[in-house]
């Protein structure tokens, strides 16, 4: 559940700063207990925006902060 949660609350985030990107939740099956968020740009490559694997204990560092997601997305598409 704090999946969901976390998922929903930084997609919310992310289209407030980029309308025009599509955000997709899990497009493919997730890894096991892991919180990743990537850019995949128009020709294909992909940019890690935030990961969670080696993050951790306490959980609640496998989580990213919306802003701190949003502000790599901005560094990345500029």
């Known amino acids: 559940r704090v999946f969901g949660r976390t998922a929903a609350a930084l997609s919310e985030a992310l289209r407030g700063a ?18 990743e968020v990537s850019l995949v740009k128009e020709d294909g490559s992909t940019v890690e925006l935030w990961s969670g694997i080696r993050k951790g ?22």
């Open 57 to 78: 204990p306490p959980r609640k560092l496998k989580f990213p902060q919306p802003e701190a997601v949003v502000e790599a997305l901005k560094s990345s598409l500029a």
């Open 18 to 35: 980029a309308a025009h990107l599509p955000v997709d939740i899990n497009p493919h099956p997730p890894r096991r207990n892991s919180f």
